[in-house]
Nanobody, 123 residues
Framework: VQLQASGGGLVQAGGSLRLSCAAS????????MGWFRQAPGKEREFVAA????????YYADSVKGRFTISRDNAKNTGYLQMNSLKPEDTAVYYC?????????????????WGQGTLVTVSS
């Protein structure tokens, strides 16, 4: 599976962005998918995850209620809708896919990674 993340950009605090993760390969529809982020000078952290069908999701406490992860297996694409953005959400966002169909929340259980897309939230 190859992943291509897009949709990042510059937005003011309180604004919204939707990230997309386009996948190639026939196994995406049976793969768990996740989003991680890495802010400057910080370690990569988990943001959100979704299982193969989209029926189960999990969020980091820091984004719960503001971000929504989803997927469209017919389009081989995953999404991260980000609302009420805060300056502390500024980071490079990475999408990932796992060989497991489950909701995976730890980075070492993901097998495929996209290149990252930069989100900058100004105050």
């Amino acid at each position: 599976v190859q992943l291509q993340a897009s949709g990042g950009g510059l937005v003011q605090a309180g604004g919204s962005l939707r990230l997309s993760c386009a996948a190639s390969g026939r196994t995406f529809s049976s793969s768990g998918m996740g989003w991680f982020r890495q802010a400057p000078g910080k370690e990569r952290e988990f943001v959100a995850a979704i299982n193969w069908s989209g029926g189960n999701t999990y969020y980091a406490d820091s984004v719960k209620g503001r971000f929504t992860i989803s997927r469209d297996n017919a389009k081989n694409t995953g999404y991260l809708q980000m609302n009420s953005l805060k300056p502390e959400d500024t980071a490079v966002y990475y999408c990932s896919a796992a060989k497991s169909p489950r909701t995976v929340v730890v980075d070492y259980q993901y097998d495929y990674w996209g290149q990252g897309t930069l989100v900058t939230v100004s105050s």
